[in-house]
């Protein structure tokens, strides 16, 4: 049987067709060289059958990457690193939060803003020059679940309260200029088009074409601490605990690595696929 003729099982349980270009696309979003991508491809390809789940592709894929080099594997396991930020949602809000500010935005997270009925408690604000963002983050431990027109729709409503009480004549602080709804999942066709329609500005995994967050992600060198390969999972949640979301923030900063009693050896080879993540 040939490999455009094999279904594979989503993790939403859709059967479709096996798509090697697809695999190569995430492949090579990892940074491997083509030769890399094309050797991993060829293994996976010859290993498939009828009915395997996209997870076991997906885990055969970068156990290969990682015996290449680490930050391979990093980057492509980008998605899944972004569950990984769960169960709660406030590491979320923190990585949006951390992905805003490293692009020049003042931030605050969790803070609350007076609309004119209600107040609201805004997950992240972000203000730059002209631009004064309120934002809400929307954090989904499933990934088969999508955020759908109820999201925009509710947000949309507490937007509006908001700016209703800015526009007060005898307001003097500064008004919002965008809403914005950050999800790690999908929208569905509904939530977008509705929030183009009522203005707001919509961000997930794979929205909008061009600067989604995962090409946010990607092009800024901000990947969150949930990437690492070789941080443990224990390691990783303390380092959320403390308010490190970003592999940034670990460069060069052997504290909390001693603090988690971390060997010279290990943190060497750390910092050595941290700084290739953020390209330093």
Same mark, same amino acid.
Request: proline letters at 2%.
């Given at each position: 049987?040939?490999?455009?003729?094999?279904?594979?099982?989503?993790?939403?349980?859709?059967?479709?067709?096996?798509?090697?270009?697809?695999?190569?696309?995430?492949?090579?979003?990892?940074?491997?060289?083509?030769?890399?991508?094309?050797?991993?491809?060829?293994?996976?390809?010859?290993?498939?059958?009828?009915?395997?789940?996209?997870?076991?592709?997906?885990?055969?894929?970068?156990?290969?990457?990682?015996?290449?080099?680490?930050?391979?594997?990093?980057?492509?396991?980008?998605?899944?690193? $972004?569950?990984?930020?769960?169960?709660?949602?406030?590491?979320?809000? &923190?990585?949006?939060?951390?992905?805003?500010?490293?692009?020049?935005?003042?931030?605050?997270?969790?803070?609350?803003?007076?609309?004119? /009925?209600?107040?609201?408690?805004?997950?992240?604000?972000?203000?730059?020059? !002209?631009?004064?963002?309120?934002?809400? %983050?929307?954090?989904?431990?499933? &990934? !088969?679940?999508? /955020?759908?027109?109820?999201?925009?729709?509710?947000?949309?409503?507490?937007?509006?309260?908001?700016?209703?009480?800015?526009?007060?004549?005898?307001?003097?602080?500064?008004?919002? !200029?965008?809403?914005?709804?950050?999800?790690?999942?999908?929208?569905?066709?509904?939530?977008?088009?509705?929030?183009? %329609?009522?203005?707001?500005?919509?961000?997930?995994?794979?929205?909008?074409?061009?600067?989604?967050?995962?090409?946010? $992600?990607?092009?800024?060198?901000?990947?969150? $601490?949930?990437?690492?390969?070789?941080?443990?999972? &224990?390691?990783?949640?303390?380092?959320?605990?403390?308010?490190?979301?970003? %592999?940034?923030?670990?460069?060069?900063?052997?504290?909390?690595?001693?603090?988690?009693?971390?060997?010279?050896?290990?943190?060497?080879?750390?910092?050595?696929?941290?700084?290739?993540? %953020?390209?330093?």
């Amino acid at each position: 049987m040939e490999n455009k003729d094999i279904e594979i099982i989503k993790f939403s349980g859709e059967m479709v067709k096996f798509s090697e270009e697809k695999l190569r696309n995430s492949l090579e979003r990892s940074g491997a060289d083509a030769s890399i991508v094309e050797e991993i491809i060829e293994k996976v390809s010859n290993e498939l059958y009828q009915g395997i789940s996209t997870k076991e592709i997906y885990n055969r894929a970068f156990v290969l990457l990682k015996k290449s080099k680490s930050h391979y594997a990093s980057k492509y396991k980008l998605k899944k690193a $972004i569950y990984e930020l769960g169960p709660t949602g406030f590491p979320f809000e &923190r990585f949006i939060s951390a992905l805003l500010k490293y692009s020049g935005f003042k931030t605050e997270v969790n803070t609350f803003l007076q609309g004119k /009925c209600v107040s609201h408690e805004v997950d992240v604000i972000a203000i730059k020059n !002209s631009d004064y963002i309120v934002i809400e %983050c929307k954090f989904h431990g499933d &990934r !088969s679940n999508k /955020c759908d027109v109820k999201v925009p729709l509710y947000i949309a409503s507490r937007y509006k309260d908001i700016l209703d009480q800015f526009s007060n004549a005898n307001h003097k602080r500064r008004s919002p !200029s965008e809403g914005w709804v950050v999800t790690n999942t999908r929208f569905t066709k509904d939530a977008s088009d509705y929030g183009k %329609c009522v203005g707001l500005y919509l961000l997930s995994w794979d929205y909008p074409k061009g600067d989604s967050l995962k090409e946010r $992600i990607d092009r800024l060198g901000l990947y969150p $601490i949930t990437v690492s390969t070789l941080l443990t999972q &224990r390691e990783k949640q303390f380092l959320l605990s403390r308010d490190v979301v970003l %592999c940034r923030e670990l460069v060069n900063d052997h504290f909390y690595l001693d603090h988690l009693g971390i060997s010279e050896k290990r943190q060497t080879k750390i910092f050595s696929e941290i700084n290739a993540l %953020c390209n330093i």
